[in-house]
């Protein structure tokens, strides 16, 4: 028992090393630069202001450079459990915002509790989130994380992991069969307050253009070198912006050439040039 545990702690551990050690980008003027001219663009997003205050009230002191809003502008309604936020990042794989809301909605409307989900049937799940898209997938994901969570816990509720550090919290969540960094980094920041910078398809394109990461790197080589890199006050605000700008920039997100991509980037951003990964002619063969 204590080897495994051992082992298990090493694995961990060795999931914080930074990938490109040597890549001296993005420096902390960089990222608060990029966040300052991203909120001058779009504004902060209304979507994530209900998660930014939480963040603010849970940690106050370490927030506190994080750019000021007015915490009585909008409802922040009630703070969601970290089993809701589990199951709600999950139906947000592979489909819109607007589709996996509807699909937690559904979900919740049809069964009163958690409990009541364990005990359905999965086609009855199935049918619940079927607007959301890749249903069985996602209802065998479900019915899977809260059956591991009665047996190793003895109650459907994940709040214990508030008191967890992030390594902990990352093991805890990814015995989960289905749930991968990406949704594990999602549950960090937006659930648990914690300092965390997801990788989606928005951030790691828009990293990879203005030469955050080596024009070879992959998503999740990405995310342990931009975590790495990033300061934690920054990295709420940041990610916020650049999946927003994914979303919004057409010139960024149009089809074309990786150059072409890269240069659009470049230019919303207002970063010089001579900063920016524009690779070779064979790196466009690999977007």
């Known amino acids: 028992m204590q080897k495994?545990?051992?082992?298990?702690?090493?694995?961990?551990?060795?999931?914080?090393?930074?990938?490109?050690?040597?890549?001296?980008?993005?420096?902390?003027?960089?990222?608060?630069?990029?966040?300052?001219?991203?909120?001058?663009?779009?504004?902060?997003?209304?979507?994530?202001?209900?998660?930014?205050?939480?963040?603010?009230?849970?940690?106050?002191?370490?927030?506190?450079?994080?750019?000021?809003?007015?915490?009585?502008?909008?409802?922040?309604?009630?703070?969601e459990s970290v089993l809701d936020g589990l199951v709600k990042t999950v139906l947000s794989q592979n489909t819109t915002e607007a589709n996996s809301l509807k699909a937690f909605a559904s979900l919740k409307s049809t069964f009163p509790t958690w409990e009541h989900v364990l005990a359905a049937e999965q086609k009855c799940i199935e049918n619940a989130i079927?607007?959301?898209?890749?249903?069985?997938?996602?209802?065998?994901?479900?019915?899977?994380?809260?059956?591991?969570?009665?047996?190793?816990?003895?109650?459907?509720?994940?709040?214990?992991?508030?008191?967890?550090?992030?390594?902990?919290?990352?093991?805890?969540?990814s015995r989960f069969r289905g749930i991968g960094p990406k949704t594990v980094a999602c549950v960090l920041m937006f659930h648990l307050q914690q300092d965390d910078f997801p990788v989606d398809t928005h951030v790691f394109e828009i990293s990879k253009a203005i030469g955050w990461v080596p024009t070879a790197a992959d998503r999740n080589k990405t995310y342990l070198h931009l975590n790495q890199r990033i300061p934690k006050e920054l990295k709420f605000d940041l990610n916020c912006l650049l999946y927003t700008h994914g979303k919004l920039c057409r010139n960024c997100i149009k089809k074309g050439g990786n150059r072409q991509r890269k240069e659009s980037a470049v230019k919303c951003l207002n970063m010089p040039a001579d900063r920016a990964n524009f690779g070779t002619i064979e790196d466009s063969f690999h977007m």
């Open 130 to 173: 079927r607007c959301g898209g890749l249903a069985p997938t996602k209802a065998a994901c479900i019915k899977n994380i809260l059956k591991c969570l009665l047996e190793s816990k003895g109650k459907l509720c994940l709040e214990y992991l508030r008191g967890l550090s992030i390594d902990e919290i990352k093991a805890e969540l």
């Open 4 to 79: 495994s545990r051992k082992r298990k702690q090493v694995e961990v551990t060795e999931t914080r090393q930074d990938p490109y050690p040597t890549h001296s980008r993005p420096t902390a003027e960089e990222c608060r630069g990029i966040r300052d001219e991203l909120l001058a663009l779009h504004g902060f997003p209304p979507e994530f202001v209900k998660y930014r205050n939480q963040r603010l009230k849970h940690n106050m002191t370490r927030d506190k450079n994080s750019v000021p809003l007015d915490m009585n502008e909008y409802d922040e309604g009630e703070e």
